[in-house]
């Protein structure tokens, strides 16, 4: 399973996801937008959206941190 975070330091949701992901034994690999370029050009091809957090897992591209669709993409 490939789980990787896009996020920046003073976001919520992006906490939320990283807390989420931690409590549950979710391996994930995490990129700093805000300081980072390539990633953040990387997450807007991926997912057309300058906001964060983007979620990708195995593929799925969620926005935001959206606990269902999040759970959906980790069972499949």
């Known amino acids: 399973m490939s789980v990787t975070l896009y996020s920046t330091p003073s976001c919520a949701y992006c906490r939320l996801a990283k807390d989420y992901f931690k409590s549950n034994g979710v391996p994930f690999t995490e990129y700093n937008v805000a300081s980072d370029q390539r990633k953040a050009e990387e997450m807007v091809r991926k997912s057309g959206q300058m906001g964060v ?7 799925k591209v969620i926005i935001g941190f959206n606990k269902p669709e999040i759970e959906r993409a980790l069972r499949h």
Not at 53 to 59: A, E, S, T
């Open 53 to 59: 957090p983007v979620i990708d897992i195995n593929g």
